[in-house]
Each structure stands twice: as structure tokens, then as C-alpha cells.
């Protein structure tokens, strides 16, 4: 469709991409809502809970027949007690692996059905927009959200919940384990923890800003990436002698990428460092209580050394819940970006309460009454109280300068926008009132702008019929005056067409465009500038074939070219966003106004 002056987005809004980035690190975002994410999955994950405190149970066993072995077997060369001893520790290590694998695979496969499942709600999500979300917003940074973020927080939906109850577990079991043994040195072993959870804390905090950071520099590269690499942001930056600084901008967006990597990486380094050396410093301490004067001789070798093989097992289930701690918390960020989309209000969307119609016997009387339509940013109405009356089977022209509202009341009609007041019917119904599915299937657009998909010819056809039948397809094709082209072509319709259609001239592509709308039989065609790529011996061939398919079908045409309209049913010049004549093509001119001055 032709561009609307009142469709520019405004400066302020050409950033929004950023800036509800910043918007969404700044929002805080409910960990209960990230935990709601898992409810549908309690019964695995409540086995793999079992697995984890089966395993935490069992694993706290080893310690204990240590001290057996070093204090009883070994001292009085007892060979079948060591036996049974070492057989146990050779089966405690083996039950907990096969718990681990278990475990494992569970809480995997638990973590990959709720990223399908965020991946799938923000497509469809955003499915549902409005084209003005699509204006304001730069693609790459759409797939970036969908991609980026989504596969940023595999780590957390897969293995944090696991994790946290692993970890959780294995420290309480060891905890107990330790007092049973000496409840004096177990308060030594424990006096890290303050510091450790202060120092992991504020790692936590640098994590995120920095996280948050790396995504949105992630989104600019998928930007660069989307715009430079397609085709025709190849033809463009050819044809411009861009490419160096094309290169330039995605050099340093690479650079600041690589730059907040390491930042990421390194950031809280040195305090997590110190705090190894600190655990690593607690048996030390341990060992010198135990050889002091006072305390020789209160406890027994086996003893000492099951409780440090005890205390160096707490400090990795630590860690570990320290760390899953930074990791969620830096993730919060990528949650907020995808949340922020999940949360996008639906401008146009199917209502509560549809009307039920059957496409097949719609009529097709469009009434557009008194409509107007405003577009988000702007002041003035890109068409302001406009009354149309078009009967089925009739065609309405739609004439006027550049920028004069036409395209605007095409998008309307289908649809795309909903008016700010006023309302439009097909056969008395309001197009408010109806599912999308339906008004789909009932209004047909064909614009100036032709969009092919990277796939066969029949491909593209198809995608607006699924169980279209190749007569069916080859009917549409002959209809739109462009079989004969497809025929000719390597591999007839099995050919593929390529980027965007990049191998097609641009009559071809709209041909085929309106081939795959006529595929669909709406009832009510939109056509704006459907013939604007066309030379003047195919339009005319392709005029003829909407001339026959116009029969008993509602037509609404936009055309600059007024040689394609004049046998319109009624022509109506807009101008300013206001209908400001009506007539036949003869009539209006015979009045002598704004349409006699166009066909001049």
C-alpha cells in the first residue's frame, strides 16, 4: 500500500525499541510469575524432587562408611567388614548416578517444553498485533526477543529449579551429617556464610545491568544483520557504496558485544576468587583445632577425616546455590523483555462475542459510515468522516493524490487498523464483530507492495490456500494472466522463487500476488494499485481478467492511473482524508472538479 504521510513515525518513536528495553530492566518482574511458568510440570518435577532427596540421602552415606573403614576395618584387619564397606561405597556412587541420569533427563525435558512453550506464546502473540506494533518496531529486534532472550534463559527453565532443590538438599543432608559428627566444628565450617551471600548479592546486580545491556547490543547486531544481509538491503547498499560503513556499524557493535561478554564474565570475579581461598582456608583451620593440646585426642581420625570429606562436599552444593542465585537474578532481565511482549495489549483483535458468518454465503455490501481514523503519534486524521456505500457486486474507485487517505481506507476495510470513530459493515455487520478468520476469508488485498516467500512458486500460491488442488492453483494462475510464465519457467510451478522474489520482474511478482488472493475467492477484493508494476499490455490483460472475476464480486480499487477506473460502478476522490466528489467516471467529469483536474 502507497505510504501515508500520517504514518511516519515521529523521531521519539523511532527509538522505542530501546527504550522499552530500558523500560523493561527497569520493571521489576515477579519471581512468582517466573515459577507459575513450571506449574503446569509439578508431578516430573516432583519426581525429580524424590530422585534429588533420594540421592542426597543416600550419597550422605559415604562419609559415614569412611569413617568405618579408617576407624574399624582397617585398624583390625577386618576383610569381610571392609569388603561389605567398600562394596557400599561402590554402590552409593553408582545409585546416585543413575539418580543424576534420571534426574537429568527429567528436568531437561521439562525445561525444553517450557521454552517451546514461551517461544510459541510470544509467536503468537505477536501474530496478533496491529501493523502499528510493525511499524515502530525494528524486526531483528523481534527476532532477537524470540531467539536472543528466549534461548538466553534456557540455563534458568532447565536446570535452575533442578538445581536450587539439588543443591538445597545436598547442603541440609550435609549439614546434619556434620553435627552428628561434631557440632564445634561444623560452626566453623559455617561461618563463611555472610560474607558469601553479601559478596553474591551484589554479583548478582552487576550480572543483570550488564545482561540487560548485552541483549539490546544483541538486537542492534540482528538489526544490522536483517537490514545489510537480505537482498534488498544487498541491492541497496551496492547501489549506495555503503558497504563500508555498513561494516564499520557492525564491527562496533560486534566490539561492544564482545566487550560486555567479558564484562559479564569477569563481573564479581575477583569476589568469588576470594571467597574460594576463604573456603579453601576452613579445613585448614579445622586441621589445627584438631592437633591443638586442648582438643588432640577428642575425636578420631576417621572422624576428622569423614567430616572434612563432609565439609568439602558442603561447599559445591553452596557455591552452586550462590550461583544459581546470580544466574536468575541476571536473568530477570531477558524475563522482562519477554514478558514485556507477552504483555502487549491486542489493538485488533477478535472480539469477545463474534457474530457467526458464513464466508461462502456473504454477499459482500460494504458500508463504510462516517469513519475516522487517526494514526498513533500523529494530530491529523489520515481520513477524517468518511461515508461510502458500495452494494455487492459493485466496484468503488478510489482516486486521489499521493497521501490523500486512499490506502488508509483500504487498510480499514480489511481490517488492518480499526477506525478511532465511526464503523464499517459487510452485509450489516460490523467488521468489529466478526473473527479475523472469517474476514479473511470474505476480503481479499492485493497491494502495490508484494511480498513472495522463499519457496516454490505453488508454495506461494498455497500459503493462502493450504488444501488448494493444482487446478485449483493453476485456475488462479491463468486467471491473473501469469501461467504461462510459470509454465515456461525450469521447473514449472516448483520453481523457487527466491528472497522476496528477487527473481521475478515486478509485474511478475504482482501477478502472482493477485493470483494467490484470487486462489482464496473472497468475496470482497481490495485492490490497491494492484496493476502499478504492470506495463501497459499486461495490465490491460489483467484488467480484463478482474473485469470477468468482478462479476458478482464486491471491488474496492485504488489507482493513480484513471484509465483503470473509469468503468468503475462509482468513483470517489479523496482529498485530505475527506471524500470530496462521487459520480461516474462521466459524470465527474462533467462537473468539472477535482476528478476532471487528475484526468487532465
Known amino acids: 500500500m502507497e505510504p501515508e504521510p500520517h504514518n511516519r513515525p515521529r523521531k521519539s518513536d523511532e527509538r522505542r525499541g530501546v527504550t522499552a528495553a530500558e523500560k ?8 512468582r510469575r517466573i515459577f507459575r511458568l513450571f506449574t503446569p510440570h509439578r508431578w516430573p518435577l516432583t519426581v525429580v524432587t524424590t530422585l534429588i532427596i533420594a540421592s542426597s540421602v543416600v550419597g550422605m552415606a559415604s562419609p559415614f562408611l569412611l569413617r568405618e573403614a579408617i576407624d574399624v576395618a582397617l585398624p583390625e584387619r577386618d576383610v569381610t567388614l571392609l569388603i561389605w564397606l567398600t562394596s557400599g561405597m561402590v554402590a552409593v556412587a553408582a545409585l546416585t548416578a543413575a539418580f543424576g541420569v534420571l534426574q537429568t533427563w527429567i528436568s531437561t525435558r521439562v525445561g525444553q517444553r517450557i521454552m517451546h512453550g514461551l517461544r510459541t506464546d510470544v509467536f503468537a502473540h505477536l501474530q496478533r498485533q496491529s501493523l502499528a506494533f510493525f511499524t515502530r518496531t525494528r524486526t531483528g529486534e523481534v527476532q532477537s526477543r524470540i531467539t536472543n532472550d528466549i534461548g538466553g534463559m ?32 561444623t560452626l566453623i565450617s559455617l561461618v563463611v556464610m555472610p560474607p558469601a551471600i553479601y559478596l553474591t548479592r551484589r554479583v548478582a546486580r552487576m550480572r543483570r545491568t550488564v545482561t540487560a545491556q548485552q541483549q539490546r547490543e544483541l538486537a542492534d547486531l540482528n538489526v544490522t544483520i536483517e537490514e545489510s544481509l537480505s537482498i534488498s538491503g544487498i541491492q541497496l547498499s551496492k547501489t549506495m557504496g555503503a558497504a563500508p560503513a555498513l561494516i564499520e556499524r557492525f564491527t562496533g557493535s560486534s566490539a561492544r558485544l564482545t566487550d560486555l561478554e567479558l564484562r559479564s564474565e569477569l563481573a564479581g570475579r575477583w569476589r568469588m576468587a576470594s571467597m574460594s581461598v576463604i573456603f579453601a582456608a576452613v579445613p585448614a583451620v579445622i586441621y589445627l583445632s584438631a592437633g591443638l593440646p586442648m582438643t588432640a585426642g577428642a575425636m578420631t581420625i576417621g572422624t576428622l577425616i569423614a567430616f572434612t570429606t563432609l565439609q568439602n562436599g558442603l561447599y559445591r552444593p553452596l557455591m552452586g546455590l550462590l550461583n544459581v542465585g546470580v544466574t536468575l537474578v541476571s536473568s530477570l532481565a531477558l524475563f522482562a523483555r519477554i514478558f514485556e511482549y507477552l504483555d502487549l495489549p491486542v489493538e485488533v ?28 503519534g500523529s494530530d491529523a486524521a489520515a481520513v477524517a468522516g468518511v461515508s461510502l456505500d458500495v452494494p455487492a457486486g459493485t466496484t468503488l474507485a478510489l482516486v486521489g493524490e499521493t497521501g490523500s487517505g486512499k490506502s488508509t481506507l483500504a487498510a480499514l476495510v480489511a481490517r488492518l487498523h480499526d477506525p478511532s470513530a465511526g464503523r464499517i459493515t ?26 513472495l516467500l522463499h519457496t516454490t512458486v505453488r508454495g506461494n500460491l ?67 494499485e494492484a496493476t502499478s508494476a504492470l506495463d501497459t499490455e499486461t495490465e490491460r490483460a489483467v484488467q480484463h ?56
Do not use: C
Not at 24 to 31: F, K
Not at 160 to 175: D, F
Open 426 to 451: 459487510i452485509d450489516g455487520i460490523d467488521l468489529r464483530d466478526m473473527r479475523l478468520a472469517d474476514l479473511a476469508a470474505i476480503v481479499g488485498v492485493v497491494s502495490q507492495e508484494t511480498y
Open 545 to 600: 481478467a478482474f473485469d470477468q472475476l468482478a462479476e458478482g464480486r464486491t471491488t474496492i480499487t485504488i489507482a493513480h492511473r484513471l484509465s483503470t477506473v473509469r468503468d468503475a460502478d462509482r468513483i470517489a476522490v479523496i482529498d485530505h482524508g475527506r471524500v470530496t466528489e462521487t459520480g461516474t467516471h462521466e459524470s465527474l467529469l462533467e462537473d468539472n472538479g477535482r476528478y476532471a483536474s487528475l484526468a487532465a
Open 349 to 376: 483483535d477478535d472480539p469477545a462475542a463474534p457474530v457467526d458468518v458464513d464466508p461462502t454465503r456473504v454477499r459482500g455490501h460494504v458500508r463504510i459510515e462516517d469513519v475516522t481514523f487517526t494514526y498513533p
Open 154 to 185: 534456557q540455563s534458568v527453565v532447565t536446570s535452575t529449579a533442578t538445581s536450587i532443590a539439588a543443591n538445597l538438599t545436598t547442603v541440609v543432608a550435609t549439614v546434619v551429617a556434620m553435627l552428628a559428627l561434631s557440632w564445634q566444628l
Open 462 to 528: 498455497r500459503y493462502a490456500k493450504p488444501d488448494a488442488t493444482d487446478a485449483e492453483i493453476e485456475a488462479a494462475a491463468r486467471a491473473a494472466q501469469v501461467h504461462e510464465l510459470i509454465a515456461g519457467l525450469p521447473d514449472g510451478y516448483d520453481t523457487m522463487v527466491g528472497s522476496r522474489g528477487h527473481r521475478f520482474s515486478g509485474g511478475e511478482k504482482q501477478r502472482i500476488a493477485i493470483a494467490r488472493t484470487l486462489l482464496r475467492n473472497p468475496r470482497v477484493l481490495v485492490l490497491d
Open 24 to 31: 523493561a530492566l527497569a520493571r521489576e518482574v515477579s519471581l
